[in-house]
């Protein structure tokens, strides 16, 4: 496909990566800044314009007549829009925008069928929401729902008096009498898709699959809490912690905000009067334990800063054994950063980037089950994909033992008629079902890509 992305910031940097390098797309990028550009030229080749991408005469110099869809995340959310409604008239491709302002949230919807556009994409929303999911299961490092909630990958650790210690993966159905599917397991850097005689260890890093109610089910048989955390304290007072906070405040969540910008806190004082907003410092040791931090359950670092907020998570955990988020932007050290003891590290620019990959293969798409949903996992070296199958394809109605399916391929669960299947070998695939499929191969947009070619 031909991709327009306008702004070259991080989000925009992270989607040439990802849409040119690791999808194959041909892509454009529009930015106003010469020095962005040519980093990004030079680092991805593609084809890069200096200039605005509100500019009619630059984005038809771009390619936009041609174009299957352009992209809108530069640093305001004005020109998004205005690009994408240039766009629209200008070449009728398909159009995604990023909006970040609290004030445009209850308007999303308005916004987007009134401008004709395939998607509207807030990163601090989607970050807050994906922190919400994982303080509703404290003990989970990473929550991700597939459909519509009713199946969750949990990722957690294996601590070393628990009983999966030693246990092979194909024992936990027999011995625990458990409906869920070990999916993922990462273990001193390498990441599998485990088969049934795979041993689990003490430390392993396992991603199990399951309907909400059996994954629940299963933690307390191992002993894992389940107890939503009750009180939160939140270091910055960002898009992220408005959001997390009325997220997490209408669920009867005690919510403590620290800012140190005077402006900021009469703002969230006015729009959360619910939250206990504190005037101070959150890297000043004595404000967060004034302010309670040895009393809470669960801390989140927000500020802007990402070695602020790995500092501020690992002193929370040495003051209590509380739940930590840590947000990260910038860094790229993935794997030292993955090493810290810290709980779940969020990063907005790749939960947007998923989003807007998801929707970009689904357009691509053309053989009959669209990619519903994708979550990448174990440092983006794994995706789930969810696929609703929508005619008979390749892989309908032959048990799974008997499809040739590549290597790294697991058919981990399959939804029909409101009913969740953990498939064995004699479960197959119908029309209508949604199926949830773990790789280690990236790029897959159609569920026949899972087989081998003959």
Same mark, same amino acid.
Request: charged share 25%; hydrophobic share 40%; proline share 2%.
């Given at each position: 496909m031909q991709i327009i992305i306008v702004g070259c910031g991080k989000v925009g940097t992270t989607l040439v990566q990802q849409l040119s390098m690791e999808e194959g797309n041909d892509v454009t990028v529009i930015d106003t800044n010469p020095d962005r550009v040519r980093q990004v030229v030079d680092d991805y080749d593609v084809?890069?314009?200096?200039?605005?991408?509100? /500019?009619?005469?630059?984005?038809?110099? &771009? %390619?936009?007549? $041609?174009?299957?869809?352009? +992209?809108?995340?530069?640093?305001?959310?004005?020109?998004?829009?205005? /690009?994408?409604?240039?766009?629209?008239? &200008? %070449?009728?491709? $398909?159009?995604?925008?990023? +909006?970040?302002?609290?004030?445009?949230?209850?308007?999303?919807?308005?916004?987007?069928?009134?401008?004709?556009? &395939?998607?509207?994409?807030?990163?601090?929303?989607?970050?807050?929401?994906?922190?919400?999911?994982?303080?509703?299961?404290?003990?989970?490092?990473?929550?991700?729902?597939?459909?519509?909630?009713?199946?969750?990958?949990?990722?957690?650790?294996?601590?070393?008096?628990?009983?999966l210690c030693n246990m092979a993966v194909s024992d936990i159905h027999t011995q625990l009498g458990s409906n869920i599917l070990v999916c993922v397991v990462e273990r001193d850097g390498a990441t599998v898709i485990p088969g049934g005689d795979f041993v689990l260890q003490e430390k392993d890093t396992v991603s199990i699959i399951g309907a909400s109610k059996e994954t629940l089910r299963f933690f307390d048989k191992v002993k894992i809490a389940t107890n939503p955390v009750k009180n939160i304290m939140i270091v910055g007072g960002g898009r992220i912690s408005?959001?997390?906070?009325?997220?997490?405040?209408?669920?009867?969540?005690?919510?403590?905000?620290?800012?140190?910008?005077?402006?900021?806190?009469?703002?969230?004082?006015?729009?959360?009067?619910?939250?206990t907003i504190v005037h101070g410092d959150g890297s000043d040791e004595g404000t967060l334990l004034e302010e309670g931090l040895e009393r809470m359950d669960s801390f989140a670092a927000l500020t802007g800063i990402d070695e602020e907020n790995i500092l501020l998570s690992l002193y929370a955990k040495s003051k209590s054994d509380l739940k930590t988020i840590t947000k990260i932007n910038r860094i790229s050290f993935d794997d030292v950063v993955e090493r810290l003891d810290l709980d779940t590290i969020v990063y907005p620019k790749k939960i947007t980037a998923e989003h807007i990959i998801r929707y970009a293969r689904a357009m691509a798409n053309s053989l009959g089950s669209n990619v519903e949903t994708m979550h990448r996992i174990a440092g983006d070296k794994v995706e789930a994909l969810e696929f609703i199958i929508q005619k008979k394809c390749a892989v309908t109605d032959t048990p799974l033992a008997k499809l040739n399916l590549k290597d790294g391929i697991l058919v981990a669960s399959i939804q029909r008629n409101g009913r969740i299947i953990i498939p064995r070998g004699d479960d197959y695939i119908r029309v209508g079902d949604s199926v949830v499929i773990v790789t280690t191969r990236a790029g897959l947009t159609d569920l026949d890509d899972i087989l081998r070619k003959k």
């Amino acid at each position: 496909m031909q991709i327009i992305i306008v702004g070259c910031g991080k989000v925009g940097t992270t989607l040439v990566q990802q849409l040119s390098m690791e999808e194959g797309n041909d892509v454009t990028v529009i930015d106003t800044n010469p020095d962005r550009v040519r980093q990004v030229v030079d680092d991805y080749d593609v084809m890069g314009y200096i200039g605005s991408g509100v /500019s009619y005469e630059l984005l038809v110099e &771009a %390619g936009v007549e $041609q174009a299957d869809l352009l +992209i809108a995340v530069t640093g305001s959310d004005e020109q998004n829009l205005l /690009s994408c409604l240039f766009a629209r008239k &200008a %070449g009728n491709c $398909q159009t995604i925008a990023r +909006i970040r302002k609290p004030e445009y949230n209850d308007e999303v919807h308005y916004i987007k069928e009134e401008l004709g556009m &395939a998607m509207i994409i807030n990163p601090e929303l989607a970050a807050a929401m994906e922190i919400a999911r994982v303080l509703r299961l404290p003990s989970a490092i990473r929550v991700e729902s597939f459909a519509k909630g009713r199946v969750e990958i949990l990722k957690f650790k294996v601590k070393p008096d628990s009983v999966l210690c030693n246990m092979a993966v194909s024992d936990i159905h027999t011995q625990l009498g458990s409906n869920i599917l070990v999916c993922v397991v990462e273990r001193d850097g390498a990441t599998v898709i485990p088969g049934g005689d795979f041993v689990l260890q003490e430390k392993d890093t396992v991603s199990i699959i399951g309907a909400s109610k059996e994954t629940l089910r299963f933690f307390d048989k191992v002993k894992i809490a389940t107890n939503p955390v009750k009180n939160i304290m939140i270091v910055g007072g960002g898009r992220i912690s408005y959001y997390l906070a009325k997220i997490l405040i209408s669920t009867g969540v005690n919510v403590v905000i620290v800012e140190k910008d005077a402006a900021s806190c009469e703002l969230l004082t006015e729009k959360i009067p619910e939250a206990t907003i504190v005037h101070g410092d959150g890297s000043d040791e004595g404000t967060l334990l004034e302010e309670g931090l040895e009393r809470m359950d669960s801390f989140a670092a927000l500020t802007g800063i990402d070695e602020e907020n790995i500092l501020l998570s690992l002193y929370a955990k040495s003051k209590s054994d509380l739940k930590t988020i840590t947000k990260i932007n910038r860094i790229s050290f993935d794997d030292v950063v993955e090493r810290l003891d810290l709980d779940t590290i969020v990063y907005p620019k790749k939960i947007t980037a998923e989003h807007i990959i998801r929707y970009a293969r689904a357009m691509a798409n053309s053989l009959g089950s669209n990619v519903e949903t994708m979550h990448r996992i174990a440092g983006d070296k794994v995706e789930a994909l969810e696929f609703i199958i929508q005619k008979k394809c390749a892989v309908t109605d032959t048990p799974l033992a008997k499809l040739n399916l590549k290597d790294g391929i697991l058919v981990a669960s399959i939804q029909r008629n409101g009913r969740i299947i953990i498939p064995r070998g004699d479960d197959y695939i119908r029309v209508g079902d949604s199926v949830v499929i773990v790789t280690t191969r990236a790029g897959l947009t159609d569920l026949d890509d899972i087989l081998r070619k003959k």
